[in-house]
């Protein structure tokens, strides 16, 4: 079957870094979004990874590891208003189909 | 230019009721995509469009839910005798063509069913 982890909820400071870890098993794989979804709102795009090894883009950076089915965002330099969900999404190989995480909601605090 | 817009935003419906959601994708993208999400819960995959066509209805949850998108651009997504098990928030994606290509989303509806 599909299945994409990570953890429910986070709590971080501000001025800090954290690190969101998805973990996925599916039947295909093509690549990895991530997604920020403030409360009551759409997600928008973060990152999106095919092959291994890290990608950085400005506070955010994502990582992708094929073999292991492994994934993680890295925020850095944490705001107030980075307090949202984060979903990671995989895209199977086989289609265009999105099989998306539970998403982890981020706390941070002063 | 404009991002994906739904309409309405809210609806709050009887038990048994039908709904018509709306969904304005960016112009010129191909692919259409709606979602349900629960609360707390990532989006959950209903059906796909490629232009008009809808290639994949496989998430829709019964056939009481049907969409189309005639001229390939606006969708709607019927649901017929709602059930209180349908509320959710219901997103709709488009994107410029399929694989690998950034999905954006509208700010979704949310349908409660009393």
């Known amino acids: 079957g599909q299945n994409i982890d990570q953890p429910t909820e986070m709590t971080a400071t501000e001025g800090a870094i954290v690190q969101i870890n998805c973990t996925y098993q599916?039947?295909?794989?093509?690549?990895l979004f991530w997604y920020q979804q403030h409360a009551g709102e759409a997600p928008t795009f973060l990152s999106y990874?095919?092959l291994d090894g890290l990608e950085e883009k400005g506070r955010f950076s994502s990582f992708l590891s094929r073999s292991k089915g492994y994934s993680y965002l890295l925020l850095k330099e944490l705001q107030m208003k980075d307090s949202a969900s984060y979903l990671c999404a995989v895209e199977k190989d086989s289609n265009y189909q999105l099989i998306w995480g539970a998403g982890t909601k981020l706390i941070i605090k002063p | 230019g404009a991002g994906v817009s739904q309409s309405p935003r809210y609806k709050v419906a009887k038990r048994g009721q039908d709904v018509a959601l709306r969904c304005d994708p960016i112009?010129?993208?191909?692919?259409l995509f709606w979602y349900q999400q629960a609360l707390g819960q990532g989006p959950e995959f209903l059906t796909y469009?490629?232009?008009?066509?809808?290639?994949?209805k496989s998430g829709l949850p019964s056939d009481r839910f049907f969409a189309e998108r005639p001229e390939g651009s606006v969708s709607t997504l019927k649901i017929q005798r709602t059930q209180q098990e349908d509320s959710a928030v219901y997103l709709c994606?488009?994107?410029?063509?399929?694989?690998?290509?950034?999905?954006?989303f509208g700010p979704g509806t949310r349908l409660l069913v009393l």
């Open positions: 599916t039947s295909g794989f093509n690549g």
């Open positions: 990874n095919v």
């Open positions: 469009f490629q232009n008009e066509a809808q290639l994949d």
């Open positions: 994606a488009s994107s410029l063509r399929d694989r690998g290509e950034t999905q954006y």
């Open positions: 112009s010129g993208h191909v692919s």
